[in-house]
């Protein structure tokens, strides 16, 4: 078991954000990827200094973790220098847990507007080391100031056994204790989790109050369906760290490893949890999932429909169980949406395969989109070296092989849309317009849909899509798998608005 060591600043003082470009120990070290080790400022045991972070507009800080794959870490945007910086806590092999940059490198943006991230330095067999040649194939999109989606890569094996896996991770900035004036509302989603056999909540609303360097959260979680699920009233407390200024939830449990959640929010209105299931207990965390979460702050208005589907977003597609291909990793895929509608040739494979199972075939579409529907996919190409997701724009459009019909806006909840729909079409990965998805029970063309449920936010004039679906809902989310199954698993998407 992990002793997490915990050491805070005073709750508001000016955040200095202690996670630059930090020295590594002068020996190999463990890759358990901490995401709750929350180790001392004094970065005792290896003899580092931690770089101040200077604050020239082009640089921006962050918090991320929702995701359990790098666990709480906090990363650097220098948009001057063009360079990336991960950094989170690892154990070194006297046990003791080392403040440790774990990812850096550099990076570009795409015409398409994703920041092509080349790494340097990252997770590898084992070791943080130095990557020769560097890794290329990370992806990210970035509101600037306020937050990023990333899917950044780790290595695994060696000889003709490397395989390079994706980091999926979500951010948000995290300079400052929130300080709201009045209660603030937010919608969130929870972020899907292999090792979960069932769910305690998919998604909800949360009033977040402060008092003092308390924050208090009144959470109201659902289940896809819109299923109700106990309302909870906890609080935790704020602070700057060596991971910037998060809250940590409960208030009293810093040095408790099976009660720690940290806790992100931005004043831009962007909020990230690290929660992890199987490291946290039995706690289902300040939300109510027992799994990391993504917000935005509920708007003032309802949100304009039409003006949703009409704008155009990139972001990514996150499904954990994925893995049904050797030569590359489809467990998060670069996509975009918006760029494409139903009646563009590039949808017509899924266009006729929904069709082709909306009554008949195997019936897994029992209504097709409605005209609050956004269209789109993953960057997906094949090569000479096999598949590669590129959402460079270099091979052209993002595939249309997924629809997002948003459905009906919550009345009393702006931006909820919680009878949302996913379509799946037969040309999904990993399938084709030249070779089909077809279902091995009834060997005709197949194509699935399934509840889900999504929130919309607008930061910093960007819309913000955050989509859920369940592996254990009525019908359960499904994606085909090598051999024309459709296998039940967790489905997130996550999306931001592209700027003209």
């Given amino acids: 078991m992990l002793t997490a060591r915990y050491a805070f600043k005073s709750p508001k003082m000016g955040v200095s954000t202690l996670v630059g470009r930090i020295q590594r120990c002068g020996k190999i070290l463990s890759t358990i ?24 507009a082009q640089v921006y800080s962050y918090f991320g973790g929702p ?8 990363a650097t945007f220098d948009h001057t220098a063009n360079q990336i910086g991960v950094s989170a806590f690892i154990t070194s092999q006297s046990g003791a847990e080392v403040p440790t940059e774990i990812i850096n490198g550099t990076f570009v943006i795409a015409d398409t507007g994703f920041l092509s991230i080349t790494e340097n330095f990252a997770p590898s067999s084992g070791v943080i080391s130095a990557q020769n040649p560097p890794l290329t194939g990370a992806w990210a999109v970035e509101i600037p100031g306020a937050g990023a989606l990333a899917n950044l890569l780790n290595v695994s094996g060696s000889g003709a056994t490397v395989s390079v896996r994706a980091a999926p991770t979500a951010m948000v900035e995290n300079t400052a204790c929130p300080d709201f004036s009045t209660q603030a509302s937010f919608l969130y989603v929870t972020v899907p989790n292999a090792g979960l056999t069932r769910d305690t909540a998919d998604y909800g609303s949360v009033t977040i109050s402060v008092q003092g360097s308390a924050v208090n959260f009144d959470a109201q979680p659902f289940l896809v369906g819109g299923l109700q699920q106990a309302a909870s009233s906890v609080t935790g407390g704020c602070s ?7 809250t940590a939830y409960p208030l009293n449990s810093f040095g408790t490893v099976s009660n720690l959640e940290l806790i992100g929010i931005a004043p831009s209105g962007l909020l990230a949890s690290s929660f992890e299931s199987g490291v946290s207990g039995s706690s289902a965390g300040a939300f109510g999932g027992g799994t990391g979460a993504i917000g935005v702050a509920v708007p003032s208005a309802p949100v304009d429909v039409s003006a949703v589907i009409h704008s155009q977003y990139n972001g990514f597609i996150y499904a954990p169980l994925n893995r049904v291909t050797e030569n590359y990793d489809i467990t998060v895929l670069a996509s975009a949406f918006g760029n494409h509608a139903a009646t563009s040739q590039a949808c017509s494979a899924l266009q006729a395969s929904l069709e082709a199972n909306n009554g008949q075939g195997a019936k897994t579409v029992p209504v097709l989109p409605s005209a609050n529907s956004l269209y789109g996919g993953e960057f997906l190409s094949s090569t000479s070296s096999g598949n590669v997701n590129d959402p460079t724009g270099a091979t052209g459009s993002e595939n249309c092989d997924v629809v997002i019909d948003l459905g009906e806006q919550d009345s009393t909840n702006n931006g909820l849309f919680p009878n949302a729909t996913v379509f799946i079409g037969s040309n999904y990965p990993p399938y084709s317009a030249s070779n089909p998805w077809l279902c091995f029970d009834t060997g005709s063309t197949c194509a699935v849909s399934f509840p889900a449920a999504a929130v ?26 090598n051999f024309g199954g459709r296998p039940a698993q967790p489905v997130g998407i996550y999306l931001f608005q592209k700027t003209p």
């Fill in 240 to 246: 700057d760290t060596v991971l910037g200024a998060l």
């Fill in 456 to 481: 919309v936010g607008n930061v910093q004039g960007q819309y913000v899509i955050l989509v859920v679906a369940s592996a254990v809902s009525s019908p359960a989310a499904r994606l085909p798998d």
């Fill in 67 to 74: 995701f359990s794959v790098l666990g709480a870490s906090s």
């Fill in 33 to 56: 990827l901490l995401g709750l080790s929350f180790a001392v400022l004094g970065f005792g045991g290896c003899g580092q200094t931690a770089k101040p972070i200077t604050s020239p």
